[in-house]
């Protein structure tokens, strides 16, 4: 079938095109100033990153902390009309347990299903900001690494190691050629004072008594 000197299917394609260029160049722009506002918000926040034009993480918590976690979210082509993918299968995320991945995904996506239609990577981050402490419940505050590491501490601590003990004996000072000679004058190498040091005063003492006697 035709319509004047075009086919019907030419005619919806000349009718439909335009209207799916512009949806396409409003999303694109759409993108571009969400992009620009997290930028500027979260400027100088160093737990926020643009992996590329559609891929933003954020990092909840500090590094080395085990209920730490690190929140992907990429926009496909329709986004914010669709919910972007939400990703925790990260490598940063390798010490968090499946099931609470799973619940902080659940309830991202809930979060996003209600933003439909609305830039909304700003609201998803800044609200897990609030949630994420009830989400981590089932999270164990310290890893098993770290439990091993304190229930060997523990028991080095029951074999009463002193810590004193542990720590390499100081040295002791040296002293001079001086001061050596002058201790060994005073004392022996036993502790001792050197036998017979006295016997010249006893002689001399001797002497003197005799000589009293005598003129006496």
Known sequence: MSFGLFPVNTIS????CPFEILSSCKMREEHQEEREVLQSIY???TSYSMIDD?????KYGETGDNRSFLVEIRWGPEYPDVVPTINLDLFYNKHILSSVKEKLCSALLEQAEANIGMSMTFTLFEWLKEAKDEILEDQPAESSVNNSVADISSGVSQLGVDNESLEPSKKKEQLTKAQKRRLWDRQNAQGERPRGYDWVDVIKHLSQTGSSKTDG
């Open 13 to 16: 394609l000349i009718v439909t």
């Open 54 to 58: 559609t891929t933003f993480q954020y």
């Open 43 to 45: 400027e100088g926040d």
